[in-house]
């Protein structure tokens, strides 16, 4: 359930920014006070994460985006290239992921070996393997989904309705996603593979050979 709760506290700080921008240019139609209040939102998470004693380059990479998203707009004068820093990086991952599914890499899996420290061991484990896969396919589905109907507004210069769909529409779902495939990959990993080869479940593939030697 901590991954949740950090998957929930990322989502809502990734939102704040956007909201800032898209509630000030709802009311003033205007470039300037819409990226005053995108910075300030980006600076109230990036102090946050720094009070809340997480890695300084993480505050200050989420501030980083949201400045250059600043810039951006401020050069072009479209009010919807606020959000094409991340509709480009969004877009990369949406190609880079079936190849890394294709090469039995998946990234919820890569993920999981940094945050756990535990590296690539995962990948002999058959039951991990399989679950992160299913997993990160369905997530990918619901990604590109999210992303090409983004890329549509961008392309149609939609800049409140890309505000709206991301605070709106994109946040829940992705809450809502976290929740219902965090509770898929637990079904599939329910039970080990007993594999011999397997770090994640030879201790207890072991214990029935144990027995029998007793």
Known sequence: MDLLRRIGVHVAETALPVIGFTVAYAMTRQIAPSLVAALAAAAAVALFRVRQARKPWAALAGFGVSAGAAALVTVSGNAADFFLPLLVVRGALAVATPVLLLLRLPPFGLAYGVLTRRGPAWRRCPVQLRAFTIVN??????????????????????????????????????????????????????????????????????????????
């Open 137 to 214: 396919l369905i997530w990918f589905l619901v990604e590109a989904a999210l992303t090409a109907n983004q890329i549509r507004l961008y392309l149609d210069g939609q800049a409140l309705a890309m505000g709206a769909v991301k605070v709106l529409i994109e946040a829940p779902a992705y809450l809502l996603s976290a929740v219902v495939l965090w509770r898929l990959y637990l079904r599939l990993t329910a039970r080990p593979c007993r594999g011999p080869a397997c770090p994640v479940h030879a201790h207890s593939a072991a214990l029935p050979a144990d027995r029998t030697s007793t």
